[in-house]
């Protein structure tokens, strides 16, 4: 199977792509307008891009009750660190580099909001008091200052039927974690068995 | 819960507003009496509990009053940036942990936000010809609510603020216990606080409040405990870094929790054997066969419970 393919240049991109209409660069904005910060006042999940200062990316989902990224007003926005993985790749990267990159969705909505910005880590109390959650506070956030923000169409979402319960038959056809879990650590079946059998009580604590 | 939809949105302050809620079709809502708080769930899920502040006689609508806060968790500041007339929100049916006891004479203390229990309060007291007054803190004119309500209270009522009767000096006012007088406050912890302290001296039982927020809890450092459900006979442990609630639930134990604070009570269970830590903002010297497991564990290493 051939794996590598003619590279374009931007030349050859635009060829083929032509030019955006002037409608769709107006509508980006340095800041979040009045429907953006209701957009995002009522969005339970985002993915967050960043990368290291090498260019090495990354991007990871962070997903909460809805209206979890606060807008403390219309560029400064706060991601709460909740209960993961302890690798933070994130984090390390914005250590690294500030400049980020959200899509934030509403679950029903096929549009998604695009946020770009720098970031930085705290762990300032007050801040955090807001952020408590079922009784837990983080002791860390992402405070994100936004300088380009914009609706992105809906087509990906209405092609993809993201938010078509039908389409839901996907993930039965899936491996499970436990055996995608197994498989990369060179694990039994048997053994990703038991790490779903994990997970279902390991889900139970979120916060 | 109950689908409520908020028929209407009143500016009542600079920081407050109120909200009449009411079943879709208009049915009347289930009765409640002054001192009783609904829990309300947002379309964010966010689920918060507020006193009812309206009229108990009229069960076509059910009015909550909500402040902005500056460091909202989340809730105050949705609902004052964006609830909408016409929208849903979901919400218990009425509980009381506040009411009102018979007592030869009532004194009402509330400061901010804690006018909301008081208010329907005053109204019954003044209703059944009780002898009562009210003393009620706000930081000045701009920020009251329910400004024609209070002044239709008549004397009764000292609203206590710069630009009004001065400020409240509650050691000057709760300085000689009175026999007789039922006190009932409500308001920001620092009030609450304030009125417990002055009142150290006065016979036990005088005093009844709501706190919104938890009172400061001197508490041991977490230790792991043992849970016992008496009706199934199964056991668990709780560890340092979990509530006992969300360990009850973490093992499909349906105990129903809202504050998650010990301000609010709902996630009540029986305690059968074993001593338990209060850390809640509920319990009184007298009332040890509870324990409020958002808050509060097991003093031994096992406790027994009526679940």
Not at chain 1, 149 to 175: F, I, K, N, T
Not at chain 2, 179 to 196: H, I, K, N, Q, W
Request: charged share 20%; glycine share 8%.
């Amino acid at each position: 199977m051939k794996t590598e393919f003619r590279r374009l240049d931007e030349t050859g991109l635009r060829a083929h792509l032509g030019y955006p209409d002037a409608p769709t660069t107006d509508k980006i904005l340095d800041h979040l307008d009045s429907s953006c910060l209701a957009f995002l006042a009522h969005s339970p999940f985002l993915c967050l891009s960043t990368a290291d200062s090498a260019g090495n990316c990354d991007n990871s989902p962070r997903g909460d009750y809805p209206g979890f990224v606060r807008a403390l007003d219309e560029r400064t926005l706060v991601i709460p660190d909740r209960l993961g993985n302890k690798l933070g790749d994130s984090f390390n990267n914005i250590l690294d580099n500030g400049h980020v990159g959200l899509v934030c969705f509403v679950p029903g909505m096929t549009e998604t909001l695009r946020i770009n910005g720098t970031a930085y880590v705290t762990d300032d109390p007050e801040l955090m008091s807001m952020l408590e959650q079922d009784h837990v506070t983080p002791t860390l956030a992402t405070v994100i200052r936004a300088d380009q923000v914009y609706l992105h169409c809906g087509r990906a979402l209405l092609r993809s039927g993201l938010w078509d319960p039908e389409m839901q038959d996907l993930a039965s056809e899936v491996p499970s974690s436990g055996q995608m879990w197994a498989e990369a650590s060179g694990l039994s079946s048997e053994i990703g068995q038991l790490i779903d059998d994990a997970m279902v009580d390991g889900y139970k604590t979120l916060y | 819960m109950l689908p409520l939809v908020v028929k209407r949105i009143t500016r009542q302050s600079n920081d407050i507003v109120s909200l009449e809620l009411a079943a879709p079709d208009g049915t009347a809502l289930p009765p409640w009496q002054p001192g009783a708080h609904i829990d309300v769930q947002l379309v964010t899920r966010q689920q918060r509990q507020y006193s009812l502040c309206g009229d108990p006689g009229d069960l076509g609508s059910y009015r909550v009053a909500v402040l902005r806060e500056e460091l909202s968790r989340g809730a105050s500041m949705y609902i004052h940036s964006y609830l909408r007339e016409g929208r849903t929100v979901h919400a218990s049916a009425p509980r009381n942990l506040f009411p009102v006891l018979p007592a030869e004479r009532y004194l009402l203390l509330a400061a901010g936000i804690g006018i909301t229990p008081i208010l329907p309060m005053a109204n019954a007291l003044a209703a059944a010809g009780a002898d009562w007054s009210m003393n009620y803190a706000a930081r000045g004119d701009a920020h009251l609510p329910f400004r024609d309500e209070l002044g239709a209270l008549g004397d009764r009522v000292t609203v206590n603020a710069p630009d009004r009767a001065g400020r409240l000096d509650l050691d000057a006012l709760l300085a000689e216990p009175q026999p007789g007088l039922a006190v009932y406050s409500c308001g920001p912890a620092r009030f609450t606080d304030a009125v417990e302290a002055a009142m150290e001296h006065w016979p036990s039982g005088s005093l009844h409040l709501e706190r919104f927020e938890p009172k400061p809890v001197v508490a041991r450092p977490n230790a792991p405990f043992t849970v016992r459900l008496a009706r199934s006979g199964r056991t668990f442990e709780v560890p340092v870094e979990q509530t006992m609630l969300h360990a009850l639930n973490a093992r499909d134990v349906a105990v129903p929790g809202s504050c998650l604070r010990g301000v609010c009570g709902s996630c009540v269970v029986r305690v059968l054997d074993g001593e338990v830590e209060h850390r809640d903002s509920l319990t009184g010297g007298d009332e040890t066969a509870v324990i409020y497991p958002c808050v509060s564990r097991a003093l031994g290493d096992e406790i027994t419970v009526d679940l």
